[in-house]
């Protein structure tokens, strides 16, 4: 699966970025091309629209880094037709989950989360704390598996998209995506344990 986004302001501009885009990607298609932090959108929406009907592009999205966009962003799920968005969101930044997250839920839109560990804040929060046992019923082993199985386990979500440099965390991140996901209430009691 293969995506990427474009972020610059006007049309022959955005057209160049995408353009590029593939090019370095070395594809003549691409599965998801986003409008990054919701720059310039009115006027790349028609063009991803019209890449997508020419089979260029499989789905269309927005993406943004920070929860002041929600407004906008719902306003657009509203009255535009999209297929993905991407938002911040983790187990200690949640505001998504009041009424963005419910709303492409809705309108059948996926979800991508970044920022899954705020930053790395969440590692800082648990820095030498045990994981509790109970987690191990989920198949967790790692605080890094904790904090993405709590975003996986939204079912809205469709992926998360954590930041990494090192390949032994690649393989950490991919085994929360193996065995049970956590129901809404061991996602209640998720967020108990780490008390945000």
Do not use: C
Request: charged residues 25%; hydrophobic residues 45%.
């Amino acid at each position: 699966f293969m995506a990427t986004k474009v972020w610059t302001s006007g049309s022959a501009a955005g057209k160049r970025e995408m353009a590029e885009s593939m090019k370095k990607m070395k594809t003549p298609k691409m599965d998801l091309m986003q409008i990054h932090n919701l720059v310039d959108w009115k006027i790349h929406l028609p063009e991803l629209r019209r890449m997508k009907a020419e089979g260029l592009i499989r789905y269309i999205g927005i993406t943004h880094y920070t929860p002041s966009a929600f407004p906008e962003m719902e306003k657009i799920l509203k009255s535009e037709t999209l297929d993905f968005i991407q938002i911040p969101y983790s187990i200690a930044e949640t505001a998504a989950e009041k009424s963005l997250i419910p709303l492409a839920r809705e309108k059948k839109v996926a979800v991508i989360a970044n920022e899954p560990f705020a930053h790395g804040d969440l590692f800082r929060l648990v820095k030498g704390k045990a994981l509790p046992s109970w987690a191990a019923e989920l198949g967790i082993k790692t605080w890094a598996q904790f904090f993405l199985k709590y975003i996986i386990g939204d079912d809205a979500v469709q992926f998360a998209i954590p930041a990494t440099r090192k390949l032994d965390h690649i393989f950490d991140n991919m085994a929360a995506g193996r065995g049970a996901l956590p129901n809404p209430e061991q996602r209640a009691r998720m967020r108990r344990e780490l008390n945000v």
